[in-house]
T-cell receptor, first 116, second 111 residues
């Protein structure tokens, strides 16, 4: 069975500093990996995805994520954090070999707080 | 929030009443999903539908029911059998095993 772990419930970072939100996964075969962001009382917004190709994936709002197959990780990063980046971040996984639309499996989320 | 609408944004019901949450999409996506979100528990899958007139139970389907009579619509009924229905409910759709697009959510409060 596939699963996602986000080991940190909360990440605090000073504005202007680099940020990392961690994600590790478990899936049979090659994964499709995703990051979403959620602002209070809103739905999830797609940030970026890894399907195949370059291990470094660039997404919306200056975010990027690095796929590391040997460590089964897909950490979200940003070189310089903004206060407006404060939100709840979810990592999700799907096996690449699927029949039909298999639902994504989500981690429990990491709350990012960027302090001015 | 893309082309997915959920209504209403806030919903209040008395215990023992069934309530139906609406989800409509104009993205022409085949698949639709319902998730429940509780603080500290992430997203938990209730039901999903890969095609019209077909749906599958997710991890926490007990006390919920769905229908998929049209491609655009996937309403969720929270029945009186659901022991703890107060939560934030999110609907999503997708075109394949790629990214899901989410609606803005409905916050249900049952007292």
């Amino acid at each position: 069975a596939q699963s996602v772990a986000q080991p940190e419930d909360q990440v605090n970072v000073a504005e202007g500093n680099p940020l990392t939100v961690k994600c590790t996964y478990s899936v049979s075969g090659n994964p499709y990996l995703f990051w979403y962001v959620q602002y209070p009382n809103r739905g999830l917004q797609f940030l970026l995805k890894y399907i195949t190709g370059d291990n470094l994936v660039k997404g919306s709002y200056g975010f990027e994520a690095e796929f590391n197959k040997s460590q089964t990780s897909f950490h979200l990063k940003k070189p310089s954090a903004l206060v407006s980046d404060s939100a709840l971040y979810f990592c999700a996984v799907s096996p690449s070999v699927v029949s039909g639309n298999t639902p994504l499996v989500f981690g429990k989320g990491t709350r990012l707080s960027v302090i001015a | 929030d893309g082309g997915i609408t959920q209504s209403p944004k806030y919903l209040f019901r008395k215990e023992g009443q069934n309530v139906t949450l609406s989800c409509e999409q104009n993205l022409n996506h085949d698949a639709m999903y319902w998730y429940r979100q509780d603080p500290g528990q992430g997203l938990r899958l209730i039901y999903y539908s890969q095609i019209v007139n077909d749906f599958q139970k997710g991890d926490i389907a007990e006390g919920y029911s769905v229908s998929r009579e049209k491609k655009e619509s996937f309403p969720l009924t929270v029945t009186s059998a659901q022991k703890n229905p107060t939560a934030f409910y999110l609907c999503a759709s997708s075109i394949h095993a790629y990214e899901q697009y989410f609606g803005p959510g409905t916050r249900l409060t049952v007292t």
